[in-house]
Protein backbone atom coordinates (compact mmCIF):
# COMPACT_ATOMS: atom_id res chain seq x y z
CA UNK A 1 0.00 0.00 0.00
CA UNK A 2 2.72 2.47 0.75
CA UNK A 3 4.76 1.32 -2.23
CA UNK A 4 1.45 2.78 -4.21
CA UNK A 5 0.56 5.76 -2.52
CA UNK A 6 4.64 6.43 -2.75
CA UNK A 7 4.59 5.79 -6.85
CA UNK A 8 1.19 7.86 -7.40
CA UNK A 9 2.57 11.03 -5.32
CA UNK A 10 5.55 11.08 -7.36
CA UNK A 11 3.64 10.43 -10.43
CA UNK A 12 1.41 13.46 -9.54
CA UNK A 13 4.53 15.46 -8.35
CA UNK A 14 6.19 14.75 -11.92
CA UNK A 15 2.52 15.89 -13.39
CA UNK A 16 2.66 19.13 -11.39
CA UNK A 17 6.32 20.19 -11.99
CA UNK A 18 5.45 19.78 -16.04
CA UNK A 19 2.07 22.25 -15.78
CA UNK A 20 4.22 25.33 -16.55
CA UNK A 21 5.53 23.97 -19.73
CA UNK A 22 2.77 22.39 -20.97
CA UNK A 23 0.61 25.56 -20.45
CA UNK A 24 3.24 27.40 -22.56
CA UNK A 25 3.08 24.32 -25.34
CA UNK A 26 -0.67 24.53 -25.41
CA UNK A 27 -3.06 26.93 -23.83
CA UNK A 28 -3.63 25.39 -20.61
CA UNK A 29 -4.28 26.86 -16.90
CA UNK A 30 -4.07 30.74 -17.01
CA UNK A 31 -2.35 32.20 -14.28
CA UNK A 32 -5.65 32.72 -11.99
CA UNK A 33 -6.36 29.28 -12.53
CA UNK A 34 -3.31 28.25 -11.28
CA UNK A 35 -3.47 31.05 -8.20
CA UNK A 36 -5.91 28.91 -6.25
CA UNK A 37 -5.85 31.01 -3.41
CA UNK A 38 -6.32 34.28 -5.41
CA UNK A 39 -2.56 35.85 -3.71
CA UNK A 40 -0.79 36.98 -7.09
CA UNK A 41 1.58 34.67 -6.68
CA UNK A 42 1.56 30.67 -7.67
CA UNK A 43 3.47 28.47 -5.01
CA UNK A 44 5.02 25.09 -5.66
CA UNK A 45 1.73 23.27 -3.58
CA UNK A 46 -0.55 25.27 -5.95
CA UNK A 47 1.17 23.60 -8.74
CA UNK A 48 1.43 19.90 -7.68
CA UNK A 49 -2.17 20.49 -6.49
CA UNK A 50 -3.01 21.48 -10.40
CA UNK A 51 -0.61 18.07 -11.45
CA UNK A 52 -2.76 15.67 -8.73
CA UNK A 53 -6.38 17.18 -10.35
CA UNK A 54 -4.66 16.69 -14.15
CA UNK A 55 -3.21 13.21 -13.10
CA UNK A 56 -7.11 12.26 -11.54
CA UNK A 57 -8.14 13.47 -14.52
CA UNK A 58 -6.56 11.51 -16.66
CA UNK A 59 -6.66 8.58 -14.44
CA UNK A 60 -10.22 7.53 -16.17
CA UNK A 61 -10.97 4.12 -13.97
CA UNK A 62 -9.57 5.59 -10.78
CA UNK A 63 -7.09 2.72 -9.90
CA UNK A 64 -4.02 5.10 -9.02
CA UNK A 65 -1.95 4.71 -12.18
CA UNK A 66 -1.92 5.72 -15.83
CA UNK A 67 -2.53 3.29 -18.26
CA UNK A 68 -1.39 3.30 -22.07
CA UNK A 69 -5.31 3.75 -23.17
CA UNK A 70 -5.72 6.38 -20.19
CA UNK A 71 -2.36 8.37 -21.71
CA UNK A 72 -3.33 7.86 -24.99
CA UNK A 73 -7.04 8.81 -24.61
CA UNK A 74 -5.37 11.94 -22.71
CA UNK A 75 -3.28 12.59 -25.69
CA UNK A 76 -5.69 12.34 -28.70
CA UNK A 77 -8.45 14.74 -26.26
CA UNK A 78 -5.27 17.30 -26.33
CA UNK A 79 -4.71 17.13 -29.92
CA UNK A 80 -8.33 17.47 -30.84
CA UNK A 81 -8.46 20.91 -28.75
CA UNK A 82 -5.55 22.02 -30.64
CA UNK A 83 -6.58 21.40 -34.17
CA UNK A 84 -9.86 22.77 -33.31
CA UNK A 85 -8.38 26.24 -31.87
CA UNK A 86 -5.95 25.89 -35.29
CA UNK A 87 -8.86 25.73 -37.43
CA UNK A 88 -10.76 28.30 -35.62
CA UNK A 89 -7.39 30.71 -36.21
CA UNK A 90 -6.40 30.10 -39.71
CA UNK A 91 -9.61 28.87 -41.63
CA UNK A 92 -10.43 32.98 -42.67
CA UNK A 93 -13.18 31.74 -44.72
CA UNK A 94 -14.65 29.64 -42.28
CA UNK A 95 -15.44 26.73 -44.58
CA UNK A 96 -14.25 24.25 -42.40
CA UNK A 97 -11.49 23.60 -44.18
CA UNK A 98 -7.79 24.93 -44.41
CA UNK A 99 -6.42 25.73 -48.21
CA UNK A 100 -2.66 26.37 -48.22
CA UNK A 101 -2.94 29.58 -48.71
CA UNK A 102 -4.56 29.58 -44.95
CA UNK A 103 -2.12 27.57 -43.83
CA UNK A 104 1.18 30.09 -44.89
CA UNK A 105 2.38 31.20 -41.80
CA UNK A 106 4.75 34.55 -42.54
CA UNK A 107 6.71 33.64 -39.28
CA UNK A 108 7.59 30.48 -41.01
CA UNK A 109 9.01 31.18 -44.35
CA UNK A 110 11.03 28.31 -45.76
CA UNK A 111 13.33 30.74 -47.44
CA UNK A 112 13.87 32.50 -44.33
CA UNK A 113 14.87 29.26 -42.25
CA UNK A 114 17.24 27.97 -45.43
CA UNK A 115 19.08 30.60 -45.44
CA UNK A 116 20.05 29.77 -41.70
CA UNK A 117 20.86 26.45 -42.68
CA UNK A 118 22.94 27.30 -45.58
CA UNK A 119 25.49 29.00 -43.55
CA UNK A 120 28.11 29.09 -46.17
CA UNK A 121 25.81 30.88 -49.04
CA UNK A 122 25.95 28.14 -51.45
CA UNK A 123 22.70 27.45 -52.18
CA UNK A 124 22.53 24.02 -50.77
CA UNK A 125 22.75 22.75 -47.22
CA UNK A 126 25.15 20.29 -46.43
CA UNK A 127 25.69 17.70 -43.92
CA UNK A 128 28.07 19.44 -41.83
CA UNK A 129 25.53 22.50 -41.85
CA UNK A 130 22.28 19.80 -41.09
CA UNK A 131 24.05 18.85 -38.48
CA UNK A 132 25.27 21.96 -37.16
CA UNK A 133 21.79 23.43 -37.05
CA UNK A 134 20.61 19.60 -35.45
CA UNK A 135 23.35 20.92 -32.69
CA UNK A 136 21.86 24.15 -32.33
CA UNK A 137 18.13 23.41 -32.20
CA UNK A 138 19.25 19.99 -29.57
CA UNK A 139 20.87 22.93 -27.11
CA UNK A 140 17.97 25.26 -27.74
CA UNK A 141 15.80 22.75 -26.14
CA UNK A 142 18.06 22.36 -23.34
CA UNK A 143 19.78 18.91 -24.57
CA UNK A 144 16.74 16.97 -24.93
CA UNK A 145 16.46 14.85 -28.19
CA UNK A 146 13.44 14.65 -30.14
CA UNK A 147 12.15 11.15 -29.80
CA UNK A 148 11.65 9.67 -33.99
CA UNK A 149 8.56 8.02 -34.79
Known amino acids: MKRTTFIAAIAAAAVG ?3 LSAMAR ?11 DGN ?4 LSELQAG ?10 DGDGFLSLTELEAATQARASER ?10 NDDGKLSAE ?12 FERLDADGSGGISEEE ?6 KMQEHRGGKKRNKN
Not at 40 to 43: A, H, N, Q, S, Y
Open 51 to 60: GEARFETTDT
Open 17 to 19: LTT
Open 83 to 92: AARTMERMDA
Open 26 to 36: ERGPDFATLDA
Open 40 to 43: GEVT
Open 102 to 113: ELKNPRRDPSRM
Open 130 to 135: FQEARA
